[in-house]
């Protein structure tokens, strides 16, 4: 069974930064990796994908340009860098990852495409 296990989630004031690690069991080179959070009283939502390789990524819009996903697979481990961080970024994050293909998002969605998911940390942006 692949567990997931997030950490460096905390409070921080707007405009500041956080970066977001997840360890992982299993072979990490080959899955797809991601992060998604959860606000309060809302869905779960896309963030960020990156590839196998680490080639490929890809970014929920309201975080281009601020948050940048990472990943060592030697290490076995995803990363997300936040940066300008605004109180609409408040949530619990996930990472999550599949063995399914990259295309496999555009399909199905992003969050029914991941098939293991971490228990959450979460991040706080104050005003």
């Known amino acids: 069974q692949v567990q997931l296990v997030e950490s460096g989630g905390g409070l921080v004031q707007a405009g500041g930064s956080l970066r977001l690690s997840c360890g992982t069991s299993g072979t990490f080179s080959t899955v797809v990796a991601g992060w998604f959070r959860q606000a309060p009283g809302k869905g779960r939502e896309f963030v960020a994908r990156?590839?196998?390789?680490?080639?490929?990524?890809d970014y929920e819009d309201s975080v281009k340009g601020r948050f940048t996903i990472s990943r060592d697979n030697a290490k076995n481990t995803v990363y997300l860098q936040m940066n300008s961080l605004k109180p609409e970024d408040t949530a619990v994050y996930y990472c999550?990852?599949?063995?399914?293909?990259?295309?496999?998002?555009?399909?199905?969605?992003?969050?029914?495409?991941?098939?293991?998911w971490g228990k959450g940390t979460l991040v706080t942006v104050s005003s």
């Open positions: 990156i590839s196998r390789s680490g080639y490929n990524t």
């Open positions: 999550a990852t599949t063995y399914r293909s990259w295309s496999a998002s555009y399909d199905i969605g992003h969050v029914n495409a991941m098939d293991y």
